[in-house]
């Protein structure tokens, strides 16, 4: 009913830039909170940021003054990534809460996620 397709990774140097997209389509009566996820070799998945429907912006302490979440409509998220660090490389994930014409309640739905790899 509801898809979520991500875009933008790949592989960068240390010290570089690269901005992911997701946008969502499908049966939707409304997008509320958007975000991205992270995993890591070995690690838990984990928030990197997320953002209202209203705007308002929420980051994680490894992110803070690197990266920057945005949206540009209802159901389009970005996440600009400046300086990334080598510890930054994982399997980036984004993340909607929707609610749908057919059930008008809200469930999150995932993307398939993006491999980002920062190394030289």
């Known amino acids: 009913q509801v898809q979520l397709v991500e875009s933008g990774g790949g592989l960068v140097q240390p010290g570089g830039s690269l901005r992911l997209s997701c946008g969502a389509s499908?049966?939707?009566?409304?997008?509320?909170?958007m975000g991205w996820y992270r995993q890591g070799p070995g690690n838990q998945r984990e928030l990197v940021a997320s953002?209202?429907?209203?705007?308002?912006t929420n980051y994680a302490d490894f992110v803070k003054g690197r990266f920057t979440i945005s949206r540009d409509n209802t159901v389009t998220v970005y996440l600009q990534m400046n300086s990334l660090k080598p510890e930054d490389t994982a399997v980036y994930y984004c993340?909607?809460?929707?609610?749908?014409?057919?059930?008008?309640?809200?469930?999150?739905?995932w993307g398939q996620g993006t491999q980002v790899t920062v190394s030289s």
């Open positions: 993340k909607a809460n929707v609610a749908t014409w057919s059930s008008g309640i809200e469930s999150a739905y």
């Open positions: 499908g049966s939707i009566f409304r997008v509320n909170a």
């Open positions: 953002i209202s429907s209203g705007g308002s």
